[in-house]
C-alpha cells in the first residue's frame, strides 16, 4: 500500500474459538442403553453429555458452512494495526501487500479501526472497494483489496452453492459503488497483481445495487455452480476500473476523508443449495420442532421423495413434495432420541434430473 493510503487508514484510529468438551462415560454402558432404546431412562449426566456431544455436530457440521472461519472470529493474534489480515486464521491476502493490503479488526484490540463494529461476534475484515481517479489521496489506477478465505473441503464439479455474507460502507468513505465479486479458485497463489486486471469473478453484484449502507449491514447472496475441486473463495472488485458505477455518496466526506471506497465485510457462509439440517428438538417449546429442509433456490428444485429411518432401518417417515416438516412422530407416538437417517430425492427442474442426498439427524427433546 502507498503512503498516502496508509496515511488515510491511519489517521481514522479514534478468543479463543467455540469448542466442546465431553466428560469421560462408560462408554460401554452408554451403547448398551442406547442399543436398548432407553435413552430417555439415562439420568441427567448421559442426557447431558448427548446434548452437547449433538450441538458440537450440529453447530461444526460442514454442511452449515464449508467456509473456516467465516465470521473471522478465530486468530493468531489480536491486530493491532491495519494491514494485518494475515492474524486472521484460515484468510489471508492473496495480493503482494508491495502492490494491494487488507484489514482484520476484532474487538479484542482497544483501537477502533475506521469507525468500524462488526456484524456480530468479535471479529470482521475489511476492504478498499474503489478508488475514485480525482481526490486527495493519489494511488495507482484502479487500486482496491481483496479476502482470500479457505473451504473445509474441496467443492464437487456441477453442484450449486450457496452464498451469503454482510455488508457495511465505512462512514469514512466518500464514495459507494456496485461492484463487488466472489471467485472460487483451487488454490492459495499469492499474485502480483489486482484481479480486475487479470481474471473474472465467478459471481458479480447487481449493477446499481450500492454498498451506500452506513449505519445497517446489507446481506448480500448469490449462487454458484462448482467446476470442481475449488478450496478458496475470493471477494473484492473484480470489475475493471472502466466498468462499474460510482456515486459520490457524501461530498463533504469525500473532500474530508478521501476519494474512495471502504467496505466492511462480516459473517461469510458457503453451503449447498440444499442442506439437510442434522439436529432438532420436537419438544412443543415453539424453537426447532420440526425437522425440514434449508432450501436456497425453490424455484430451480423440486423434493419428491423423502424417508426417514431409525436405527434399526425401520422407516418412521415418508414423504413427497407435500412435505413441510417431520414433527418426530411415527403412526402419532414420539419417537425416541437418538439417530436417525435420512434419504431425499431431489429433482432438478431443468433437465429433470434427480439426485438422491443423504445425512443423519439426531432427535433431541
Known sequence: ???????????SLSSQPFSCFLDKVNKAEFYYLYNKQCITNLNK???????FYSCCFAFFAPAQNLLLNGD??????????????????????????NVSTSDYFNLCSSI?????????????????????????????????EYIQINLSENLIEN??????????????????????????????IL????FWETQSADWENIKGN??????????????????GNEKWLIVGNFCSVNDFSSTVFDSLKFLTYGNFSYIFIDKFAVSPSVVLPNIFTPNNDGKNDLWTIKIFNPESINITEICLYNRWGKLVFKAGREFTGWDGNYNGQPCSEGTYFATVLIENKSNNSIKKLSGNITLLR
Open 72 to 97: 473471522f472470529e478465530e486468530y493468531w493474534e489480536c491486530p493491532d494495526n491495519l494491514a494485518q489480515l494475515n492474524l486472521c486464521k484460515h484468510a489471508f491476502n492473496p495480493i503482494d501487500n
Open 112 to 144: 477502533n479501526f475506521l469507525d468500524g463494529m462488526p456484524y456480530s461476534g468479535n471479529g470482521y475484515v475489511g476492504v478498499v472497494a474503489a478508488f475514485y481517479p480525482y481526490g486527495i489521496y493519489s494511488v495507482p489506477p484502479g487500486y482496491c
Open 191 to 194: 499474485y502480483d497483481k489486482l
Open 210 to 227: 450500492y454498498i451506500d449502507n452506513i449505519a445497517e449491514w446489507k446481506k448480500i447472496e448469490g449462487r454458484f455452480i462448482a467446476k
Open 45 to 51: 449426566v448421559y442426557k447431558t453429555v448427548l446434548f
Open 159 to 188: 453442484e450449486e452453492y450457496h452464498f451469503e455474507f454482510f455488508v457495511k460502507l465505512s462512514e469514512r468513505s466518500g464514495i459507494a459503488i456496485d461492484c463487488i465479486g466472489i471467485k472460487f479458485v483451487e488454490d492459495s
Open 1 to 11: 500500500m502507498n503512503l498516502t493510503l496508509q496515511a488515510y487508514k491511519s489517521t
